[in-house]
């Protein structure tokens, strides 16, 4: 567990996740996809059993190459952080990101702190040697954090997705670590 603080000198705290985090993640998720439109579900789209969420949450706790780090603010859930990997050995090596934050915890750093311990994580776990993610394509905000952290574009996935009656392409970007 660690504790830092954010740009308004609120303290956060990152740890792992754990089973009995498995309802908070789920009422998380289904809050923040209303909160914006990059994320590829929208308000209450997160459907999850809570049982066998709680299964993926003990997987991926037991998986070398795969994390689930949770950001708190005054016991609340603010941000999910993740790496997400194959167990196949041809593609175990590669993991993909996936990282959302709350919108009242936006522009404050969360996500640079998220995105550094899982890039450290990634490089000390022996495992994996390359992250991957998606974003659409107009994610400016996100995209100049992927690149801060190094992260480089490996391509566009054509109108990818359909948003209100318009189309927008993803930007697949990755990270050697």
């Given at each position: 567990m660690d504790k830092m603080n954010l740009k308004n000198e609120q303290e956060v705290i990152?740890?792992?996740?754990?089973?009995?985090?498995?309802?908070?993640?789920?009422?998380?998720?289904?809050?923040?996809?209303?909160?914006?439109?990059?994320?590829?579900f929208g308000r209450d789209e997160f459907h999850k059993d809570l049982n066998e969420y709680k299964k993926y949450i003990k997987t991926t706790y037991e998986e070398s190459n795969s994390i689930i780090?949770?950001?708190?603010?005054?016991?609340?859930?603010?941000?999910?952080?993740?790496?997400?990997?194959?167990?196949?050995?041809?593609?175990?090596?590669?993991?993909?990101?996936?990282?959302?934050?709350?919108?009242?915890?936006?522009?404050?750093?969360?996500?640079?702190?998220?995105?550094?311990?899982?890039?450290?994580?990634?490089?000390?776990?022996?495992?994996?040697?390359?992250?991957?993610?998606v974003t659409r394509e107009d994610n400016y905000g996100a995209i100049a954090l992927y690149k801060k952290v190094g992260f480089e574009k490996e391509g566009t996935l054509k109108k990818d997705n359909y948003i209100n009656g318009v189309y927008y392409n993803t930007l697949v970007m990755s990270l050697f670590v």
């Open positions: 990152v740890r792992e996740a754990k089973e009995d985090d498995a309802a908070s993640m789920i009422s998380f998720y289904n809050l923040v996809g209303g909160e914006t439109d990059f994320l590829s780090l949770l950001a708190f603010i005054d016991g609340k859930i603010v941000g999910i952080a993740s790496i997400n990997s194959n167990q196949k050995v041809r593609s175990r090596h590669v993991g993909t990101l996936g990282i959302v934050i709350s919108e009242k915890c936006c522009g404050l750093g969360l996500g640079k702190i998220l995105m550094d311990n899982l890039v450290t994580w990634g490089k000390m776990n022996k495992v994996t040697k390359k992250i991957t993610l």
